[in-house]
T-cell receptor, first 113, second 111 residues
């Protein structure tokens, strides 16, 4: 069965450093998403990406965040200058069409110290 | 403001019984409502999707209902098993490629 993959599984970084989280969505999917989940809290939408551009973003997704689909297979989330409160699980998801299911990756646990 | 509410208290049931979980929402008119399962430390796993013009959807032991007048979805697991123990999330599509998740309800199925 096709799956979304994410790397790394765990990233530890110091406050103020830049991090890049990587995702490989399912190959024929058209819509791509990043979510975060702070420990014990709900899954929060960050950004959606379609047709090589951002289609929606949340208020969390400020100028410190950016997304790219550099080569037609990878989908990355960059946090330019990490803060302690960015510590969370970050999930990538993809879907073929809104009428169908989203497939989530296993997540990257980001720890900012 | 938009809100999705799921019972934050854990639901404890005996194996073999039917579990019923509730998702209520306000200030949305979603085209689709989805239910996911999440195990600790893992990503959500899609279970069922129901469209706004559908009242009910079934898949094996799972059943979802969607009442757009009450702004409520019910998720049922029949003949529950200990392996069904997990957190169950509902999610709404706001029609603009943006998904909102509830905080989830933890289900414990006791043998």
């Amino acid at each position: 069965e096709p799956e979304v993959t994410q790397t790394p599984s765990h990233q530890v970084t110091q406050m103020g450093q830049e991090v890049i989280l990587r995702c490989v969505p399912i190959s024929n999917h058209l819509y791509f998403y990043w979510y975060r989940q702070i420990l014990g809290q709900k899954v929060e939408f960050l950004v959606s990406f379609y047709n090589n551009e951002i289609s929606e973003k949340s208020e969390i997704f400020d100028d410190q965040f950016s997304v790219e689909r550099p080569d037609g297979s990878n989908f990355t989330l960059k946090i330019r200058s990490t803060k302690l409160e960015d510590s969370a699980m970050y999930f990538c998801a993809s879907l073929l069409d809104r009428r169908y299911e989203q497939y989530f990756g296993p997540g990257t646990r980001l720890t900012v110290t | 403001s938009q809100k999705i509410e799921q019972n934050s208290e854990a639901l404890n049931i005996q194996e073999g019984k039917t579990a019923t979980l509730t998702c209520n929402y306000t200030n949305y008119s979603p085209a689709y409502l989805q239910w996911y399962r999440q195990d600790p430390g893992r990503g959500p796993v899609f279970l069922l999707l129901i469209r706004e013009n559908e009242k009910e959807k079934r898949k094996e032991r799972l059943k979802v209902t969607f009442d757009t007048t009450l702004k409520q979805s019910l998720f049922h697991i029949t003949a529950s098993q200990p392996a069904d123990s997990a957190t169950y999330l509902c999610a709404l599509d706001n029609n603009f490629n943006k998904f909102y998740f509830g905080s989830g309800t933890k289900l414990n199925v006791k043998p």
